[in-house]
Each structure stands twice: as structure tokens, then as C-alpha cells.
């Protein structure tokens, strides 16, 4: 009885907290949203990145499906060439069973190709529940390609080794510049050595190593700092 009671005190207490700090979250974001609502009130024209926030909270915290969606209709037709405009409104179409939202996925896949597992999972769901096997197998498929595709990419970033190929790290002078400035901060660093690793995987997304040997008598640099 005494573990059953402690468990239970326990349980309880994990669970307030919990609640406790949703709870404040929430209230937060609607504090937010009301800001947001203000000043679009005031005629005060939001950033792009406040019109977002505005219509996902406005599904979130207030649960208003349908103000949300008209908010974002106007936001995409501001824009159509976003990759985020692309996704939230192709995923409020789709969402109303409205295949017109199937494209706009697609093409946010193409401005941001990050967005890819997310889009295909949506695409696997939407079609898997219109029972339209050919579709549903076909974005699975290309959910799990683009997943390995992902890990090989960020397994192969993670460590460098000597067995590793290099190549010129092709900066433009301009950003090679602003990295030496930085750099130039830190007197206890004498050499900086800067080249690409050699990819097999996103090789468009290149993976720069930075090195550099310290002065003797110096300590550490602190990577972060750089």
C-alpha cells in the first residue's frame, strides 16, 4: 500500500507539472495571438513570420479551423512561391479532402526538400484513406527512400576521419573574408586550415572542416564561441 501511495504522490506530481507548464504555454501563445490580433487591428502590417504564427495559433490555442484556413488562403495568394506557404495550405486543402492541396505538397517539396518525409507521409495518409492503393504505396515508398537518404546524409557529417576525402572548400571571397574576421578575434589561434569533405549523399549540401593549430602556450578555443 505504501509503494501503491508513493507511485500515486508521485504520478500526480509529474503530472502537474506537466499540465501546470502546457497550462502556461498556452496561455502564452494566446497572450501572443491577442498581440498579433491588435495590431493587425491597428492597420500595422506583420512580418511574414507573424502572419504564420498567427494562423497556426489561431488553429492551436483558439481551435478555429476555418478562420485559420481563410487567413492562410490569403497568405499563400501573397506569396505562392514559399515553400512553407505551400505546405500550410496544401495541408489545410488536403485536410478538406480538397485534392488541390496534393500539388501544392509536391511543390513545396521542390522549393525545400526538407520538407519531403513530411509531405509524403501526408500524401501515404490522404490517399491510403481515399483507398487509392498506386498513390498510397508510391508516397510510402518514397517516405522511406527519402528517410534513408536523410540518414545516410547525417551519418556521413557526423565524423570526420583520415581516410575521409577533401576537397577545395570554393567559398567566395566575400564569405571567406567575414569567416577569417571572425577567426581574427581569437590571438591564440596561429594556422586555420578549411576544405570540404568529399560526399556521397545531398553532395549539393556541401560539409565544411575547419582546423587550426594554436600558438604555444595558449589553452583552448572554444568552438561555440566561433
Known amino acids: 500500500a505504501e509503494i501503491t501511495v508513493t507511485f500515486d504522490r508521485k504520478w500526480q506530481k509529474d503530472v502537474l507539472e506537466t499540465w501546470q507548464h502546457h497550462h502556461q504555454s498556452i496561455q502564452q501563445q494566446k497572450e501572443y495571438l491577442s498581440q498579433l490580433d491588435e495590431k493587425v487591428a491597428q492597420g500595422i502590417e506583420l512580418s511574414t513570420e507573424e502572419k504564420f504564427s498567427r494562423v497556426e495559433l489561431t488553429e492551436l490555442t483558439l481551435h478555429q479551423s476555418e478562420a485559420a484556413f481563410e487567413m492562410m488562403e490569403k497568405l499563400y495568394h501573397e506569396d505562392t512561391e514559399t515553400a512553407l506557404a505551400n505546405y500550410v495550405y496544401g495541408r489545410f486543402l488536403i485536410e478538406r479532402k480538397n485534392e488541390l492541396g496534393c500539388a501544392l ?3 513545396s517539396t521542390q522549393l525545400n526538400e526538407f520538407y519531403c518525409v513530411k509531405v509524403y507521409e501526408m500524401l501515404y495518409q490522404f490517399y491510403d484513406e481515399k483507398e487509392d492503393i498506386f498513390n498510397a504505396k508510391k508516397y510510402q515508398q518514397l517516405r522511406q527512400a527519402r528517410v534513408e537518404l536523410e540518414q545516410h546524409a547525417l551519418s556521413e557529417r557526423e565524423h570526420v576521419l583520415l ?11 566575400d564569405v571567406l573574408n567575414e569567416l577569417l574576421q571572425q577567426l581574427s578575434k581569437y590571438s591564440n589561434i596561429q594556422q586555420v586550415f578549411l576544405v570540404q569533405k568529399e560526399m556521397k549523399y545531398l553532395v549539393h549540401l556541401p560539409c565544411y572542416v575547419l582546423g587550426f593549430s594554436l600558438k604555444k602556450g595558449f589553452g583552448k578555443v572554444d568552438p561555440e564561441a566561433i
Not at 581516410?163 to 571571397?173: C, G, Q, R, T, W
Request: hydrophobic share 35%; charged share 45%; no cysteine.
Open 105 to 107: 505538397l509536391e511543390k
Open 163 to 173: 581516410k575521409d576525402n577533401f576537397i577545395a572548400h570554393e567559398l567566395s571571397e
